[in-house]
């Protein structure tokens, strides 16, 4: 099997992670996760969300995490989400090198995650770009593999969208699996027309494992050559409403795979483990990861 | 992506789902399970195992639960795991049609679960063999891609074990991750060396999803044309002493998976759904399959 020989693994745990858990972390708790996650290899985390905290509490300390971590770590790269440009402002300001906006592309799933229409996004996007030319900025594109409402997405809507992003000079794009619905015939589909489409570019992952499919889709992106994804520490996020339910696919459970396979991680396995273990103790008892529910016998 | 166009799927949940569970679960329960599975469409399932009452109480109505399956579904297919030839002649007196027979493809492995040297294994089952011409003997091939004593286990070993099942007439081999190590690009390996061995057989799969790896080593598996595969509703089976940890693939989620890449299985994705739950009601409440506890949102 032809795979990359290095691939890089973005820790989105403190975001995506955490955003849905009702009760607050307090602020030393979540740094030292990112400590801890720093420590086990990572070198890209997407640390927090510059959103309003009436809309998600559990991120009002978004400018304390984002700082704390930014002056403690020089060769780490932290990214910060922001569903706006007042989000975007804030991250900047608290010295964040990066951020990710998320725009899905189907219709429906936009305006009931943001409550804006795709071309408004679009455009909140293009003056971010345009007011904060040294930001890097990502775009994320959610349900690119298909979308509660409105179902399968096809592939062109992704690709329009990627044009636009690129046209305005986005940075980086990452397609989402939102819901984790995507299988691996059909990555490997949309992977193909994306690679015809964007040769060069470095596109990321950002699958759920909703459906228990995280893994086997990730095989077929590394089959096409991908080698950029977004992961959550034991698996944390996804749904807040079906507490069994799978969310990311698991950092640690990710990096076993991808050293099992020969593709180097940078990560220590053992210690990405430790991160979702020290998660379990103190943050969510019943994490839906593998790794740090193994058995050894 | 080149899939085939059909795969077939054994269900061993009341086998190996439900062989490890403490709590003795009253035989008419067992037999409502089975209902619902061949009312959902499996054709094929292992229904029991005959061993010792004392090794495995939850075993001890193997001959209720066999007969009584067997009389009430004419065309489907059970299958009983056996440890030796008393327990095939106890299958064949119940009226079972197959019979699995495990043997590790490592010395260490073999001794601790059957107690006996692969060698003298093997010489049981040619015993099983000879005295049993009409009886269908699969043998499964226990820790194939990898053993917690021996660690890597390599293909030749595994290959020569199926010279030796084949050669005595053997009818069917089925290559084990027992505890759920391989990895897609290992098990691509694998297959492809089965595969030049023996072109012709119909090979089936057991994956245990212990490290959350089953279906993408299924994907890798159907890329290379294998379409046999064992799953046990809700993810039951593995190992009893980490509750967290998961067991076997999922059928439901095997089945969501196959029939979204376009691979017919037969069996109805809400019903099987439905048997995870019965389980789920009536026997653990705490699944690690992922489709009985998918968030709709």
Same mark, same amino acid.
């Given at each position: 099997?032809l795979?990359?020989e290095k691939?890089?693994?973005?820790e989105?745990g403190?975001?995506?992670?955490?955003q849905?858990?009702e009760?607050?972390?307090?602020?030393d708790?979540?740094l030292?996760?990112?400590?801890?996650?720093?420590?086990a290899?990572f070198k890209?985390?997407?640390v927090t969300?510059?959103?309003h905290?009436?809309?998600i509490p559990?991120?009002?300390?978004?400018?304390e995490v984002a700082?704390?971590a930014v002056?403690?770590?020089?060769?780490?790269?932290?990214v910060?989400?922001?569903?706006n440009f007042? +989000?975007?402002?804030?991250a900047?300001?608290?010295?964040?090198?990066e951020?990710?906006?998320?725009i899905? &592309?189907?219709?429906?799933?936009n305006?009931?995650n943001?409550?804006?229409?795709?071309?408004?996004?679009l455009?909140?996007?293009?003056?971010?770009?345009?007011?904060f030319k040294t930001?890097k900025?990502?775009?994320?594109i959610?349900?690119a593999?298909g979308c509660?409402?409105? +179902?399968?997405?096809?592939?062109?809507?992704?690709i329009?969208?990627m044009d636009?992003?690129y046209g305005?000079?986005?940075d980086?794009?990452?397609?989402?699996?939102t819901i984790g619905?995507?299988?691996?015939a059909q990555?490997?589909?949309v992977l193909?027309?994306v690679?015809a489409a964007y040769?060069?570019?470095?596109?990321?992952?950002?699958?759920?494992d909703?459906?228990?499919?995280a893994?086997?889709?990730?095989?077929v992106a590394?089959?096409n050559g991908?080698n950029?994804?977004?992961a959550a &520490? +034991?698996?944390l996020?996804?749904?807040p409403?079906?507490? +069994?339910?799978?969310g990311?696919?698991a950092?640690?459970?990710?990096v076993?795979?991808?050293?099992e396979?020969?593709?180097?991680?940078?990560v220590?396995?053992e210690?990405a483990?430790?991160?979702a273990?020290?998660?379990k103790e103190?943050?969510?008892?019943?994490?839906?990861g593998h790794?740090v529910n193994?058995c050894n016998?």
């Amino acid at each position: 099997m032809l795979l990359p020989e290095k691939a890089k693994i973005i820790e989105v745990g403190p975001r995506d992670g955490f955003q849905n858990l009702e009760e607050f972390i307090p602020t030393d708790v979540k740094l030292e996760v990112v400590d801890r996650m720093v420590s086990a290899g990572f070198k890209k985390i997407q640390v927090t969300s510059f959103v309003h905290p009436k809309a998600i509490p559990q991120m009002k300390d978004a400018k304390e995490v984002a700082k704390a971590a930014v002056e403690k770590y020089k060769d780490v790269e932290f990214v910060a989400l922001v569903p706006n440009f007042h +989000g975007a402002k804030a991250a900047y300001e608290a010295g964040i090198g990066e951020v990710s906006c998320v725009i899905s &592309a189907s219709e429906a799933h936009n305006k009931a995650n943001i409550r804006r229409t795709v071309e408004e996004s679009l455009l909140e996007l293009e003056k971010i770009r345009s007011e904060f030319k040294t930001l890097k900025i990502k775009l994320d594109i959610a349900t690119a593999f298909g979308c509660p409402f409105d +179902g399968k997405v096809p592939v062109e809507n992704v690709i329009a969208m990627m044009d636009r992003a690129y046209g305005m000079g986005i940075d980086g794009v990452c397609l989402c699996d939102t819901i984790g619905v995507a299988n691996p015939a059909q990555v490997d589909e949309v992977l193909k027309a994306v690679k015809a489409a964007y040769q060069d570019k470095e596109i990321g992952l950002h699958m759920h494992d909703t459906r228990g499919m995280a893994l086997a889709n990730i095989v077929v992106a590394l089959q096409n050559g991908f080698n950029l994804f977004e992961a959550a &520490a +034991g698996g944390l996020g996804g749904c807040p409403f079906a507490p +069994g339910a799978a969310g990311n696919v698991a950092s640690e459970d990710l990096v076993n795979m991808l050293e099992e396979m020969g593709v180097s991680t940078g990560v220590d396995l053992e210690k990405a483990v430790g991160v979702a273990r020290l998660i379990k103790e103190k943050i969510k008892p019943e994490l839906t990861g593998h790794m740090v529910n193994v058995c050894n016998c």
